[in-house]
Nanobody, 124 residues
């Protein structure tokens, strides 16, 4: 079982910045991709940014140039630096990770885990 715990959400004025963190723990063998998704009220969950183990990144068009995803593989942690925040960035932000976990007798099994979500609210 691999658990993800997010932190760093909160209330910020438009134009401000926030930094989200997500730490993975458990019987982790390796983490491939880590990413951030968000879900606004009444809308579907959408991809914000992804980062591979090697550091390759992908961003939603709506956040390019404003958000930066990074990771610390030694700490199994992914970050999302959010600058120039807009009201439309208001949502619950979820961390996601996939990879391999150690199972019984040293076996490996694939996992894909989600965090519990952290609220980001951008006021005018």
């Amino acid at each position: 079982q691999v658990q993800l715990v997010e932190s760093g959400g909160g209330l910020v004025q438009a134009g401000g910045s926030l930094r989200l963190s997500c730490a993975a723990s458990g019987n982790i063998f390796t983490i491939n991709r880590m990413g951030w998704y968000r879900q606004a009220p009444g809308k579907q969950r959408e991809l914000v940014a992804l980062i591979s183990h090697g550091g390759s990144t992908n961003y939603a068009d709506s956040v390019k140039g404003r958000f930066t995803i990074s990771r610390d593989n030694a700490k199994n942690t992914v970050y999302l630096q959010m600058n120039s925040l807009k009201q439309e960035d208001t949502a619950v932000y979820y961390c996601n990770a996939d990879g391999s976990a150690l199972g019984v007798a040293g076996s490996l099994r694939d996992f894909r885990s989600w965090g519990q979500g952290t609220q980001v609210t951008v006021s005018s």
